[in-house]
């Protein structure tokens, strides 16, 4: 019978030390790296019609995170004066103007405005609405402005214009098509339209750009779409492209660091030739990685994932069997950083002190 209580007694002792531990455990978890539970997202700075805005979220610990709010964008009238802010648009002369079969709208292309250092693009010719635009190709002009309310950017529209050194885009573009703004060496930034998709081959060679943005509800782009864009150096992806195409960023020989946000897979050659890039952010969405898609990147040292060793072993055994091709496996210290430990290019667990 008092045998009986020792252990009754005893079980009830080990209960409390155990509820203590795990309390102490949770205090320090709270303190230190604890997941943090973010408030309401509250605006910094209203958005305008040409100007971003910023929002700002905190956690009780002090840590807080902002955002960018998409400008609104102008609203043109038929006057080509916006009804918000009143910017009025003072067409570049001699432009061309074509009518659509249905008489409804314009595309507009250069005509005979070749001497145009600027060309401003309205958004209504006569009462007519500019939807597109197209036929700059090799042009010599150094600024663009496309109004927002445009809605295409059609094949080579901009192919090969030297001299451009800036293009306001329309936010309201539904399409870039393929070459849109191939070889445009000194263009220094573009705004990825929010609605917009992305053709092949649209900015490769714009060898200035050194950022950029793709925003979340962007979902398609074609094949070589920012390939040889050697200057750029930092990408966001917002997480709606989920299988980057073949040849992405190719030869993009300034890129350092790359997060894969939401990529499942990754196509053959996407990061080819991006000598510089040596660390990588992965997720468990991935599960391809594309023929050379990470060929001759020899710099490559560091990648994080997000899953266990034995997940990432079933993505390497999944990839293609050249996606590292060219990196030699002796010099390079290359490190998979998992959740549970480090591993090499061979998936063999390393002690990384
Ligand atoms: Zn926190
Ligand atoms: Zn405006």
């Keep these: 019978m008092k045998k009986k209580r ?55 610990c002090g840590e807080s995170e902002k955002r960018r709010i998409q400008r609104l964008g102008h609203r043109f009238g038929e006057d080509n004066v916006c009804t918000v802010c009143s910017k009025r648009l003072i067409p570049t002369e001699q432009l061309g103007y074509s009518l659509s079969a249905d008489g409804k709208s314009y595309t507009v292309s250069l005509g005979l405005a070749k001497d145009a250092e600027e060309i401003v693009i309205p958004l209504y010719k006569d009462g007519i609405k500019v939807t597109a635009v197209s036929g700059f190709e090799g042009a010599n002009m150094k600024s663009v402005f496309l109004p927002d309310g445009l809605e295409t950017v059609a094949l080579h529209a901009f192919d ?16 870039i098509a393929n070459f849109a703004f191939m070889g445009c060496e000194k263009l220094k930034e573009i705004e990825i339209p929010p609605t917009a998709t992305i053709g092949q081959y649209a900015f490769r060679g714009c060898s200035s750009l050194t950022s ?11 094949y070589g779409a920012f390939a040889d864009c050697t200057a750029l150096n930092e990408v966001v992806l917002g997480g709606g492209i989920k299988e980057l195409p073949a040849s992405m960023f190719e030869n993009c020989t300034s890129l350092v660091y790359f997060n894969f946000v939401k990529v499942t ?12 890039l040596k660390e990588l952010v992965f997720y468990k969405d991935l599960t391809t990685l594309g023929a050379t898609s990470f060929q001759d990147c020899a710099a490559l040292s560091k990648i994080t994932y997000s899953g266990t060793k ?20 002796v010099k390079g210290n290359f490190r998979v950083y998992c959740s549970d430990g480090v591993v090499n290019r061979y998936n063999i667990e390393i002690d990384v002190g």
């Design 212 to 222: 950029l943005n793709i925003p979340e509800t962007v979902t398609s782009v074609g």
């Design 160 to 175: 090969g214009c030297k001299k451009l050194e800036s293009c306001s885009m329309s936010i309201t573009t539904k399409e």
């Design 6 to 60: 020792i252990v009754i007694l005893s079980l009830i002792l080990a209960a409390v030390i155990a509820c203590l531990v795990v309390g102490i455990v949770l205090i320090f978890v709270d303190i230190g790296g604890h997941s943090h539970r973010f408030g309401d997202w509250k605006v910094v700075r209203a958005a305008s019609c040409m100007e971003a805005g910023l929002e700002e979220r905190s956690c009780k």
């Design 310 to 329: 034995s997940e990432w072993k079933a993505v390497t055994d999944r990839a293609a069997p050249d996606w590292l091709a060219n990196i030699d496996p």
């Design 265 to 276: 897979a990754v196509g053959a050659n996407a990061f080819k030739g991006c000598k510089s």
